[in-house]
């Protein structure tokens, strides 16, 4: 899952939410909670802001939570946890599956913000939550 989100959107119109130089250190799963070790690039490649770094960070969580032995995700930074990433988000910290940022609009308000296609944006969000309604 973390490998599809590094390589990214098929549809060259749609921008990657992890720098395209970041790269997988190591992968673990304990009990429950899948730690996930990236390289510096991460945090130094990445241009979003407040909205953009938690779009990053839920890109990564809610993707992995899919997998049904993974409730809880923990990014390092080359082996650290003690970074703040992008001055909000505390890395020392386990992320649970979020939904609330799709469900205010931030994912939609963000998408829209990247295209010049809003009603394809809407089409997209709009399947995208009745297939994980009917899913879960």
């Avoid at 510096?40 to 990053?56: A, Y």
């Avoid at 809610?62 to 505390?90: F, H, P, W």
């Amino acid at each position: 899952a973390i490998k599809e989100l590094l390589k990214g959107p098929d549809d060259k119109e749609l921008n990657k939410t992890i720098p395209q130089e970041t790269k997988i250190l190591s992968v673990e799963t304990k009990e429950g909670v899948c730690f996930v070790n990236l390289s510096q690039e991460f945090v130094s490649r990445h241009t979003g802001g407040t909205m953009g770094e938690q779009l990053t960070i839920y890109s990564i969580v809610n993707s992995l939570c899919e997998i049904s032995a993974i409730q809880k995700v923990q990014i390092s930074i080359d082996g650290d946890t003690s970074i703040v990433y992008r001055d909000k988000m505390q890395l020392n910290a386990t992320y649970e599956r979020n939904l609330d940022l799709m469900d205010k609009g931030i994912y939609k308000n963000l998408l829209l913000s990247l295209t010049d296609e809003p009603e394809e944006v809407v089409e997209t969000i709009t399947l995208f939550q009745e297939t994980w309604q009917d899913r879960h």
